[in-house]
T-cell receptor
Framework: QQQVKQSPQSLIVQKGGISIINCAYE??????FPWYQQFPGKGPALLIA?????SEKKEGRFTISFNKSAKQFSLHIMDSQPGDSATYFC???????????FGAGTRLFVKA | DAGVTQSPTHLIKTRGQQVTLRCSPK?????VSWYQQALGQGPQFIFQ???????QRGNFPDRFSGHQFPNYSSELNVNALLLGDSALYLC??????????????FGPGTRLTVL
């Protein structure tokens, strides 16, 4: 019940295309859903996050879509660029809690 | 403003040895969480420290222990190292007193190799 399942494991997208990464969770107590971007040799960096009271959040080229009833959320990267090539992790936590549960990650490669 | 810093960057140990990893949180942050990230996997929560106390522990054995100092910096200790402990160890800081516990900032990690 503490898991966050992420798909796909890897993704290849043409430059300018849309990258879509999906996540699903079981624990309905989760109320904070961040996405992290990690480059090789670096720690994860917070990209964008959403709470269940909204169905979509957009920041620049990055959009989170959230489906509370299906317990699913996804990251859309519009106009994908080679610099977006990285590993992306979805995560979930409970506000005021202590731990964040991460998905297994998606390796994105954007072809120039 | 320095972000989260970790030391050392890399470490090589042999089975059975003990290791200590260090973390300095982002300025203004009072909470430190430790994660283990195996190759090709997502980070796994080890434990979180706030007010110098361990607040919650993930599914890790007692060989993993930690400490938080009055200046909010933290150490992760691993005893009796196993080959399976080889991983990237990440420290993340946040601010509980400001109510921003959800927003975590990660350090670059310490790459531990156990031979």
């Amino acid at each position: 019940q503490q898991q966050v399942k992420q798909s796909p494991q890897s993704l290849i997208v043409q430059k300018g295309g849309i990258s879509i990464i999906n996540c699903a969770y079981e624990n309905t107590a989760f109320d904070y859903f961040p996405w992290y971007q990690q480059f090789p040799g670096k720690g994860p960096a917070l990209l964008i996050a959403i709470r269940p009271d909204v169905s979509e959040k957009k920041e620049g080229r990055f959009t989170i879509s959230f489906n509370k009833s299906a317990k699913q959320f996804s990251l859309h990267i519009m106009d994908s660029q080679p610099g977006d090539s990285a590993t992306y992790f979805c995560a979930a936590s409970i506000t005021g809690g202590f731990k964040t549960i991460f998905g297994a990650g998606t390796r994105l490669f954007v072809k120039a | 403003d320095a972000g989260v810093t970790q030391s050392p960057t890399h470490l090589i140990k042999t089975r059975g040895q003990q290791v200590t990893l260090r973390c300095s949180p982002k300025s203004g942050h009072d909470t430190v969480s430790w994660y283990q990230q195996a190759l090709g996997q997502g980070p796994q929560f080890i434990f979180q420290y706030y007010e110098e106390e361990e607040r919650q522990r993930g599914n890790f054995p007692d060989r993993f222990s930690g400490h938080q100092f009055p200046n909010y910096s933290s150490e992760l200790n691993v005893n009796a190292l196993l080959l399976g402990d080889s991983a990237l160890y990440l420290c993340a800081s946040s601010s509980r007193t400001s109510g921003s516990t959800d927003t975590q900032y990660f350090g670059p990690g310490t790459r531990l190799t156990v031979l």
